[in-house]
């Protein structure tokens, strides 16, 4: 193997030391300008996406294809000619539609469900509409609940025509029952039975006794005292503006048993049901999902929750309901 010279190896090591130098320089540069962007993302970051106003934008077409919807239906299933009833606001080709000469239906409690499932065109955006609406053919006749399908389009974001005539549907599926998760049952004479036909009562009466106390009742009249005295600080929670005549506390469920003792800010789920009377003597069944809370060895009611508690089972698929003849 031949052997370098001394010129040979000072011109090598100085080659290297210099392409040393210039990975170095690059290696600078390229970290100078990462971290410069790290810095321009730190002081400037990115606008977040209008999520808000897309939801805002989407909620608002929505509410208006429904509204425009149930105009529709309604207007179309009342319409007489001798009223001269227009039509040509709503449907395409509306000089097409037969209607009667008088009016053929009284129609209420129209209600509409609004789902994105056509095809979208330049500025246009789809929606098919369901209008759920109660008819009558005359004041004293049964009512019958009826749904129409009636497809809308969207100009432009808020200039609406239906794209076809009605379509008559059957009603929709039904729901499923749902176990719910309160397995424990809280007797009468429970602490929490006691809190909650307290809260109940002054929550839903003007009563000055607790339910299931006072004139015509086993037990002597126990004042209820103010809303305060059955609530968390925190809870938020105000009386109803119109009250009910009376309440009776019909039963008492949880999530578990309740400690004897509960520690504090132990907090519970509770389900309590009510039969409520108006002024009017009307009954009402009515039930509350609650989050109870213990504070200074007392329970309080700390929320009213929208939905109760599930139990774990999965529900069933529902029953087809027979046809109607």
């Given amino acids: 193997m031949p052997k370098l010279s001394n010129v040979w190896r000072r011109r090598i090591k100085a080659a290297t030391h210099g392409t040393g130098r210039v990975i170095l320089a690059v290696l600078v540069v390229t970290s100078s300008v990462s971290g410069a962007g790290t810095l321009k993302r730190w002081l400037l970051p990115d606008p977040p996406p209008p999520i808000a106003d897309i939801s805002f934008d989407t909620i608002n077409q929505t509410d208006l294809v429904k509204a425009f919807a149930i105009d529709c239906v309604t207007t179309y299933?009342?319409?007489?000619?001798?009223?001269?009833?227009?039509?040509?606001?709503?449907?395409?080709?509306?000089?097409?539609?037969?209607?009667?000469?008088?009016?053929?239906?009284?129609?209420?409690?129209?209600?509409a469900y609004a789902k994105r499932t056509g095809p979208d065109r330049a500025n246009l955006r789809t929606y098919g509409v369901l209008v759920g609406v109660t008819e009558q053919p005359y004041a004293t006749a049964t009512p019958e609940r009826n749904y129409y399908q009636i497809p809308l389009g969207v100009y432009g974001g808020d200039a609406v025509r239906a794209l076809?005539?009605?379509?008559?549907?059957?009603?929709?599926?039904?729901?499923?029952?749902?176990?719910?998760?309160?397995?424990?049952?809280?007797?009468?004479?429970?602490?929490?039975?006691?809190?909650?036909?307290?809260?109940?009562?002054?929550?839903?009466?003007?009563?000055?006794?607790?339910?299931?106390?006072?004139?015509?009742?086993?037990?002597?009249?126990?004042?209820?005292?103010?809303?305060?005295?059955?609530?968390?600080?925190?809870?938020?929670?105000?009386?109803?503006?119109?009250?009910?005549?009376?309440?009776?506390?019909?039963?008492?469920?949880?999530?578990?048993?309740?400690?004897?003792?509960?520690?504090?800010?132990?907090?519970?789920?509770?389900?309590?049901?009510?039969?409520?009377?108006?002024?009017?003597?009307?009954?009402?069944?009515?039930?509350?999902?609650?989050?109870?809370?213990?504070?200074g060895g007392n329970w309080f009611v700390a929320a009213i929750q929208p939905v109760p508690a599930l139990a774990d089972a999965d529900p069933e698929p529902p029953t087809p309901a027979p046809p109607k003849h």
């Fill in 77 to 111: 299933l009342t319409a007489a000619s001798a009223q001269g009833t227009d039509l040509s606001r709503c449907f395409p080709n509306a000089s097409r539609l037969t209607v009667p000469s008088t009016p053929g239906l009284i129609v209420t409690a129209p209600a």
């Fill in 164 to 295: 076809d005539n009605l379509a008559r549907l059957d009603e929709p599926p039904a729901g499923v029952d749902v176990e719910l998760g309160y397995p424990a049952t809280i007797p009468a004479n429970h602490p929490i039975a006691t809190l909650l036909s307290g809260f109940i009562t002054a929550y839903l009466t003007n009563s000055p006794c607790i339910s299931g106390t006072g004139q015509g009742q086993a037990a002597a009249c126990q004042p209820v005292g103010s809303l305060d005295r059955y609530i968390t600080t925190d809870s938020r929670i105000k009386p109803v503006k119109h009250p009910y005549a009376s309440v009776t506390v019909t039963g008492v469920q949880s999530i578990a048993n309740p400690p004897d003792i509960p520690a504090e800010n132990f907090t519970l789920s509770a389900r309590v049901t009510v039969s409520a009377r108006s002024a009017q003597y009307t009954p009402y069944d009515l039930s509350y999902p609650l989050t109870i809370r213990a504070t």
